[in-house]
Protein backbone atom coordinates (compact mmCIF):
# COMPACT_ATOMS: atom_id res chain seq x y z
CA UNK A 1 0.00 0.00 0.00
CA UNK A 2 1.05 3.66 -0.73
CA UNK A 3 1.17 5.98 2.23
CA UNK A 4 -0.62 9.72 1.97
CA UNK A 5 0.04 12.51 4.17
CA UNK A 6 -1.79 16.05 3.94
CA UNK A 7 -2.50 18.26 6.80
CA UNK A 8 -5.08 21.65 7.27
CA UNK A 9 -4.52 24.47 9.51
CA UNK A 10 -6.61 25.19 11.97
CA UNK A 11 -7.05 28.15 11.62
CA UNK A 12 -10.73 28.90 11.13
CA UNK A 13 -14.03 26.96 9.38
CA UNK A 14 -13.03 25.32 6.36
CA UNK A 15 -14.53 26.34 3.00
CA UNK A 16 -15.43 24.50 -0.13
CA UNK A 17 -11.64 25.70 -1.89
CA UNK A 18 -10.58 23.54 1.21
CA UNK A 19 -12.75 20.52 1.10
CA UNK A 20 -12.65 20.40 -2.74
CA UNK A 21 -9.44 20.89 -3.88
CA UNK A 22 -7.86 18.35 -1.31
CA UNK A 23 -10.44 17.20 1.58
CA UNK A 24 -12.41 15.42 -0.56
CA UNK A 25 -9.24 13.50 -1.81
CA UNK A 26 -8.32 12.70 1.66
CA UNK A 27 -11.73 10.27 2.18
CA UNK A 28 -11.44 8.73 -1.97
CA UNK A 29 -7.53 7.88 -0.44
CA UNK A 30 -8.29 5.95 2.70
CA UNK A 31 -9.92 3.23 1.02
CA UNK A 32 -6.48 1.54 -0.91
CA UNK A 33 -3.81 3.23 1.05
CA UNK A 34 -2.42 4.10 4.52
CA UNK A 35 -3.55 7.44 4.98
CA UNK A 36 -1.94 9.51 7.50
CA UNK A 37 -3.97 12.97 8.19
CA UNK A 38 -2.55 15.92 10.43
CA UNK A 39 -4.19 19.15 12.00
CA UNK A 40 -0.74 21.73 11.31
CA UNK A 41 -1.37 23.51 14.43
CA UNK A 42 2.68 24.62 14.37
CA UNK A 43 2.00 26.09 10.97
CA UNK A 44 -1.24 28.21 12.51
CA UNK A 45 1.43 30.23 14.69
CA UNK A 46 3.48 31.79 12.08
CA UNK A 47 1.25 34.92 12.92
CA UNK A 48 -0.35 35.74 15.85
CA UNK A 49 -3.10 33.30 17.48
CA UNK A 50 -5.39 33.47 20.35
CA UNK A 51 -4.35 30.14 22.74
CA UNK A 52 -8.02 29.78 23.40
CA UNK A 53 -9.45 30.01 19.59
CA UNK A 54 -6.25 27.49 18.30
CA UNK A 55 -7.45 24.71 20.76
CA UNK A 56 -11.64 25.38 19.90
CA UNK A 57 -10.20 25.52 16.01
CA UNK A 58 -7.84 22.44 16.25
CA UNK A 59 -10.83 20.16 17.62
CA UNK A 60 -13.53 22.27 15.01
CA UNK A 61 -10.80 20.94 11.95
CA UNK A 62 -10.52 17.19 13.57
CA UNK A 63 -14.28 17.09 14.00
CA UNK A 64 -14.82 18.18 10.81
CA UNK A 65 -11.92 15.65 9.21
CA UNK A 66 -14.52 12.73 10.58
CA UNK A 67 -17.54 14.60 9.44
CA UNK A 68 -16.65 14.71 5.56
CA UNK A 69 -15.84 10.77 5.74
CA UNK A 70 -12.32 10.27 7.20
CA UNK A 71 -12.55 7.42 9.27
CA UNK A 72 -9.83 6.75 12.27
CA UNK A 73 -10.36 2.92 11.94
CA UNK A 74 -8.56 3.37 8.32
CA UNK A 75 -6.60 7.00 8.54
CA UNK A 76 -4.60 8.05 11.28
CA UNK A 77 -5.80 11.56 12.55
CA UNK A 78 -3.63 13.46 15.16
CA UNK A 79 -2.47 17.07 15.61
CA UNK A 80 1.36 17.92 14.47
CA UNK A 81 2.38 19.57 17.83
CA UNK A 82 1.70 16.11 19.33
CA UNK A 83 4.63 14.34 17.25
CA UNK A 84 7.63 16.04 18.00
CA UNK A 85 9.35 14.90 14.87
CA UNK A 86 7.85 17.39 12.79
CA UNK A 87 9.81 19.71 14.80
CA UNK A 88 13.20 18.05 15.43
CA UNK A 89 13.42 17.05 11.18
CA UNK A 90 12.41 20.52 10.45
CA UNK A 91 15.68 21.70 12.05
CA UNK A 92 17.40 18.98 9.97
CA UNK A 93 16.15 20.11 6.92
CA UNK A 94 16.55 23.82 7.73
CA UNK A 95 20.56 23.11 7.51
CA UNK A 96 20.25 21.74 4.35
CA UNK A 97 18.13 24.31 2.30
CA UNK A 98 18.94 28.00 0.60
CA UNK A 99 17.64 31.39 1.95
CA UNK A 100 17.25 31.98 -1.95
CA UNK A 101 14.79 29.27 -2.58
CA UNK A 102 12.88 30.03 0.36
CA UNK A 103 12.48 33.59 -0.82
CA UNK A 104 11.21 32.36 -4.12
CA UNK A 105 8.25 30.85 -2.46
CA UNK A 106 4.82 32.70 -3.37
CA UNK A 107 3.26 32.12 -0.43
CA UNK A 108 5.84 34.18 1.29
CA UNK A 109 6.24 36.66 -1.51
CA UNK A 110 2.01 37.40 -0.83
CA UNK A 111 2.09 36.90 3.49
CA UNK A 112 5.37 39.56 3.33
CA UNK A 113 4.12 41.78 1.21
CA UNK A 114 4.75 45.34 2.65
CA UNK A 115 6.12 44.82 5.61
CA UNK A 116 9.81 45.71 6.44
CA UNK A 117 10.52 42.47 8.20
CA UNK A 118 8.53 39.26 8.63
CA UNK A 119 8.01 36.29 10.89
CA UNK A 120 10.89 33.90 10.36
CA UNK A 121 8.42 31.13 10.81
CA UNK A 122 6.57 32.46 7.58
CA UNK A 123 9.91 31.97 5.49
CA UNK A 124 10.52 29.08 7.02
CA UNK A 125 7.02 27.73 6.61
CA UNK A 126 7.81 25.41 3.48
CA UNK A 127 10.65 23.48 5.22
CA UNK A 128 8.46 22.47 7.95
CA UNK A 129 6.20 21.16 5.74
CA UNK A 130 9.02 19.14 3.72
CA UNK A 131 9.14 18.16 7.16
CA UNK A 132 5.82 16.76 7.76
CA UNK A 133 5.82 14.76 4.50
CA UNK A 134 9.39 13.10 4.79
CA UNK A 135 8.97 12.03 8.28
CA UNK A 136 6.45 9.52 7.52
CA UNK A 137 8.15 8.24 4.24
CA UNK A 138 5.31 9.89 2.45
CA UNK A 139 4.80 8.37 -1.27
CA UNK A 140 1.52 10.68 -2.20
CA UNK A 141 0.66 14.20 -0.92
CA UNK A 142 -2.86 15.27 -1.69
CA UNK A 143 -3.14 19.05 -1.92
CA UNK A 144 -4.71 21.91 -3.72
CA UNK A 145 -2.83 22.89 -6.72
CA UNK A 146 -1.96 26.43 -4.98
CA UNK A 147 0.10 24.30 -2.83
CA UNK A 148 2.48 22.45 -6.08
CA UNK A 149 5.62 24.84 -5.22
CA UNK A 150 5.94 23.45 -1.63
CA UNK A 151 5.80 19.85 -3.08
CA UNK A 152 8.28 20.85 -5.47
CA UNK A 153 11.45 21.91 -2.97
CA UNK A 154 10.06 19.17 -0.46
CA UNK A 155 11.34 16.59 -3.26
CA UNK A 156 14.06 19.24 -4.09
CA UNK A 157 15.34 19.41 -0.27
CA UNK A 158 14.73 15.05 -0.19
CA UNK A 159 16.72 14.52 -3.20
CA UNK A 160 19.23 16.80 -2.40
CA UNK A 161 20.00 14.81 0.97
CA UNK A 162 20.03 11.59 -0.60
CA UNK A 163 22.77 12.72 -3.12
CA UNK A 164 24.61 12.92 0.14
CA UNK A 165 23.15 10.23 2.66
CA UNK A 166 22.24 7.60 0.06
CA UNK A 167 18.59 6.48 1.30
CA UNK A 168 17.59 9.27 3.63
CA UNK A 169 14.17 10.30 2.14
CA UNK A 170 11.53 8.39 0.27
CA UNK A 171 10.61 11.12 -2.67
CA UNK A 172 6.63 11.63 -2.52
CA UNK A 173 4.38 12.48 -5.47
CA UNK A 174 1.74 15.65 -5.10
CA UNK A 175 -1.55 14.12 -5.91
CA UNK A 176 -4.16 17.61 -7.84
CA UNK A 177 -7.13 17.76 -8.25
CA UNK A 178 -8.29 19.09 -11.80
CA UNK A 179 -11.96 19.81 -12.03
CA UNK A 180 -12.77 21.27 -8.26
CA UNK A 181 -8.99 22.04 -7.40
CA UNK A 182 -8.90 25.46 -7.07
CA UNK A 183 -12.16 27.06 -6.19
CA UNK A 184 -11.89 31.21 -6.42
CA UNK A 185 -13.45 33.52 -4.14
CA UNK A 186 -17.26 34.47 -5.16
CA UNK A 187 -17.02 37.92 -4.91
CA UNK A 188 -13.40 37.94 -6.80
CA UNK A 189 -12.70 35.36 -8.94
CA UNK A 190 -9.55 36.00 -10.28
CA UNK A 191 -8.47 35.23 -6.20
CA UNK A 192 -8.64 31.83 -4.51
CA UNK A 193 -11.24 31.36 -1.86
CA UNK A 194 -9.60 32.15 1.44
CA UNK A 195 -10.25 32.22 5.23
CA UNK A 196 -9.03 35.48 5.11
CA UNK A 197 -10.70 37.44 3.21
CA UNK A 198 -12.65 40.37 4.85
CA UNK A 199 -15.88 39.92 2.99
CA UNK A 200 -17.43 36.32 4.20
CA UNK A 201 -19.45 36.35 1.49
CA UNK A 202 -16.34 35.31 -1.14
CA UNK A 203 -16.43 32.08 0.76
CA UNK A 204 -18.73 28.90 1.65
CA UNK A 205 -17.80 27.02 4.92
CA UNK A 206 -18.70 23.75 5.47
CA UNK A 207 -20.49 24.68 8.61
CA UNK A 208 -22.02 27.73 7.07
CA UNK A 209 -25.85 28.20 7.75
CA UNK A 210 -28.56 28.15 5.05
CA UNK A 211 -29.50 31.36 4.86
CA UNK A 212 -25.50 32.56 4.36
CA UNK A 213 -24.90 29.91 1.68
CA UNK A 214 -27.64 31.22 -0.19
CA UNK A 215 -26.68 34.92 0.20
CA UNK A 216 -23.20 33.93 -0.58
CA UNK A 217 -24.01 32.39 -3.95
CA UNK A 218 -26.87 35.09 -4.96
CA UNK A 219 -24.15 37.56 -4.66
CA UNK A 220 -21.63 35.77 -6.31
CA UNK A 221 -19.84 37.96 -9.00
CA UNK A 222 -20.74 36.92 -12.91
CA UNK A 223 -21.15 38.65 -15.83
CA UNK A 224 -22.91 40.84 -18.15
CA UNK A 225 -23.20 38.10 -20.43
CA UNK A 226 -25.60 36.09 -19.55
CA UNK A 227 -25.38 32.61 -20.92
CA UNK A 228 -24.12 30.01 -19.09
CA UNK A 229 -21.08 28.06 -20.19
CA UNK A 230 -17.73 26.89 -18.51
CA UNK A 231 -14.88 29.76 -20.18
CA UNK A 232 -12.44 30.55 -17.53
CA UNK A 233 -10.52 33.12 -19.25
CA UNK A 234 -13.66 34.88 -20.30
CA UNK A 235 -16.27 34.13 -18.11
CA UNK A 236 -14.28 33.78 -14.90
CA UNK A 237 -17.22 34.04 -12.37
CA UNK A 238 -19.87 31.74 -13.78
CA UNK A 239 -16.61 29.23 -14.67
CA UNK A 240 -16.19 28.83 -10.99
CA UNK A 241 -20.27 28.41 -10.02
CA UNK A 242 -20.10 25.85 -12.52
CA UNK A 243 -16.85 23.72 -11.06
CA UNK A 244 -18.28 24.36 -7.38
CA UNK A 245 -21.60 22.72 -8.99
CA UNK A 246 -20.19 20.04 -10.79
CA UNK A 247 -17.98 19.34 -7.66
CA UNK A 248 -21.17 18.94 -5.38
CA UNK A 249 -23.28 17.23 -7.55
CA UNK A 250 -20.80 14.82 -9.55
CA UNK A 251 -21.98 16.10 -12.84
CA UNK A 252 -20.26 16.84 -15.54
CA UNK A 253 -19.82 20.51 -16.50
CA UNK A 254 -20.57 19.44 -19.82
CA UNK A 255 -24.46 18.01 -18.82
CA UNK A 256 -25.10 21.44 -15.92
CA UNK A 257 -24.29 23.55 -19.00
CA UNK A 258 -27.29 21.70 -20.91
CA UNK A 259 -29.10 21.30 -18.76
CA UNK A 260 -29.18 25.11 -17.74
CA UNK A 261 -28.99 26.33 -21.54
CA UNK A 262 -31.62 29.11 -22.15
CA UNK A 263 -31.65 29.86 -18.41
CA UNK A 264 -30.31 33.15 -16.79
CA UNK A 265 -27.66 33.20 -13.91
CA UNK A 266 -30.30 33.63 -11.12
CA UNK A 267 -32.05 30.10 -11.80
CA UNK A 268 -28.88 28.72 -12.20
CA UNK A 269 -27.68 30.21 -8.62
CA UNK A 270 -30.87 29.14 -7.44
CA UNK A 271 -30.15 25.69 -8.12
CA UNK A 272 -27.06 25.59 -6.82
CA UNK A 273 -27.96 26.60 -3.56
CA UNK A 274 -29.73 23.93 -3.43
CA UNK A 275 -27.15 21.86 -4.60
CA UNK A 276 -24.63 23.47 -1.88
CA UNK A 277 -27.26 23.16 0.92
CA UNK A 278 -27.76 19.14 -0.04
CA UNK A 279 -24.02 18.60 0.03
CA UNK A 280 -23.25 19.96 3.26
CA UNK A 281 -26.14 18.88 5.88
CA UNK A 282 -24.58 15.85 6.36
CA UNK A 283 -21.13 17.24 7.28
CA UNK A 284 -22.84 19.80 9.49
CA UNK A 285 -24.70 16.74 11.04
CA UNK A 286 -21.86 14.63 11.85
CA UNK A 287 -20.05 17.59 12.82
CA UNK A 288 -22.45 18.34 15.88
CA UNK A 289 -22.64 14.68 16.63
CA UNK A 290 -19.22 14.09 17.36
CA UNK A 291 -17.54 18.19 18.00
CA UNK A 292 -18.15 18.12 22.05
CA UNK A 293 -17.72 14.18 22.59
CA UNK A 294 -14.45 12.81 24.44
CA UNK A 295 -13.99 10.25 21.50
CA UNK A 296 -12.72 12.62 19.23
CA UNK A 297 -10.26 13.69 21.92
CA UNK A 298 -9.57 9.82 22.23
CA UNK A 299 -9.13 9.47 18.19
CA UNK A 300 -6.86 12.04 18.15
CA UNK A 301 -4.45 10.62 21.34
CA UNK A 302 -4.68 7.18 19.54
CA UNK A 303 -3.84 9.24 16.21
CA UNK A 304 -0.58 10.54 17.74
CA UNK A 305 0.40 7.16 19.56
CA UNK A 306 0.67 5.79 15.82
CA UNK A 307 2.29 8.77 14.21
CA UNK A 308 4.73 8.67 16.92
CA UNK A 309 5.99 5.46 16.07
CA UNK A 310 6.27 6.22 12.29
CA UNK A 311 7.97 9.09 13.31
CA UNK A 312 10.79 7.88 15.75
CA UNK A 313 11.71 5.54 13.04
CA UNK A 314 12.07 8.00 10.38
CA UNK A 315 13.95 10.38 12.87
CA UNK A 316 16.24 7.36 13.91
CA UNK A 317 17.47 6.56 10.33
CA UNK A 318 17.90 10.42 9.31
CA UNK A 319 20.24 11.00 12.71
CA UNK A 320 22.15 7.28 12.15
CA UNK A 321 22.99 8.54 8.12
CA UNK A 322 23.85 12.74 9.75
CA UNK A 323 25.61 11.36 12.15
CA UNK A 324 23.82 12.41 15.03
CA UNK A 325 23.72 11.56 18.25
CA UNK A 326 25.74 7.64 18.98
Known sequence: MKRVFSGVQPTGNIHLGNYLGALKQFVELQDENECIYCIVDLHSI???????????NILDVAALYLSIGIDPKKSTVFVQSDVSGHSELSW???????TGELSRMTQFKDKSKGRESAPTGLFTYPILMAADILLYDTDIVPVGNDQKQHIEICRDIAIRVNNKYKDTFVIPDGRFLKTG????????????????AENIHSRISLLDEDNKIKKSIMRATTDSDGEIRFDPE???GVSNLLSIYSAL???SIENITADFAGCGYGDFKKELVEVTKEALLPIKKNFNDIRETEELKNILRAGAEKANTIAEKTIKRVKNNFGLGF
Open 46 to 56: TVPQDPKELRK
Open 92 to 98: ILTCNSY
Open 181 to 196: ARIMALDDPSSKMSKS
Open 234 to 236: NKP
Open 249 to 251: SGK
